[in-house]
C-alpha cells in the first residue's frame, strides 16, 4: 500500500520533503545551540580550575582537524562538578586555534565558570554564541520554509487549490486591463 503512495509522488515532493526534514533536524539542533548559548549570558558565575588542557587532533575526509580540549572542576553549593564544554560557539578547527585556546587555559589556571541554575552541571567557560551559528540558524530555517513551500505545493488539495486561484486570477487581471484601457483611450 505504501509503495503505491510514494510511486505516484512527483519527484518535487520528495525533494521538498528531503529539505524539510534535513532542515528541520539542522534547525532543532542550531536552535538548541543558539538558545543554550543566549541563556548562558545571563547564567550566575563561580570560580573553577582548568584540570586538563592540551590540543587533540583527528582525521577526517583526509584532513588533520584540531580542537582544544579543556577541562575543568568547579564548586556550586558544595557539589563538585566536572566538565569539558568551553563554549556554545563556533570554532576553527586549526591547529594555532587550538593552541592558542590551550595558551590561554593552561591546567591549574583559576577560570570563571558560567553555570545552568537550574542545570549545574551544565557549565561553560565562554559564555554566548556567534555569528556564524547565528548565521547558520538563519539559513537552516530558510532552507525548512524553502523545503516546506516545496513539499506543500505538489499536495493535491494545495496545488488544486493554486491552479484555481491562478485561472481565476489571470483573466480577471486581463478583462480589468482591457477594461482600463477601453475607459482611457
Do not use: C, N
Not at 548559548?37 to 582537524?65: E, F, I, N, Q
Not at 558544595?78 to 563556533?90: F, I, K, L, N
Amino acid at each position: 500500500m505504501m509503495k503505491s503512495v510514494f510511486a505516484s509522488w512527483p519527484l518535487e515532493r520528495f525533494v521538498g520533503l528531503g529539505l524539510l526534514v534535513v532542515a528541520l533536524i539542522f534547525t532543532l539542533l542550531l536552535g538548541a545551540l543558539t538558545q543554550r548559548g543566549l541563556r548562558s549570558l545571563a547564567w550566575p558565575t563561580t570560580s573553577g580550575t582548568v584540570t586538563d588542557s592540551r590540543v587533540a587532533w583527528s582525521l577526517s575526509d583526509g584532513k588533520t582537524r584540531y580542537s582544544a580540549r579543556v577541562e575543568y572542576v568547579y564548586t556550586v553549593a558544595g557539589r563538585t562538578y566536572r566538565s569539558s564544554q568551553r563554549t556554545y560557539r563556533s570554532s576553527e578547527s586549526s591547529e594555532a586555534y587550538a593552541r592558542d585556546i590551550v595558551a590561554r587555559l593552561p591546567k591549574g589556571r583559576r577560570v570563571s565558570v558560567h553555570f545552568d541554575p537550574a542545570a549545574p552541571a551544565r557549565a561553560v567557560l565562554e559564555p554566548g554564541t556567534d555569528v556564524f551559528v547565528l548565521g547558520a540558524l538563519a539559513v537552516s530555517v530558510v532552507v525548512l520554509l524553502i523545503g516546506a513551500g516545496v513539499f506543500v505545493r505538489t499536495v493535491a488539495p494545495v496545488s488544486t487549490w493554486l491552479e484555481r486561484r491562478r485561472r481565476l486570477t489571470v483573466p480577471s487581471v486581463k478583462a480589468a486591463r482591457a477594461s482600463k484601457g477601453a475607459r482611457h483611450p
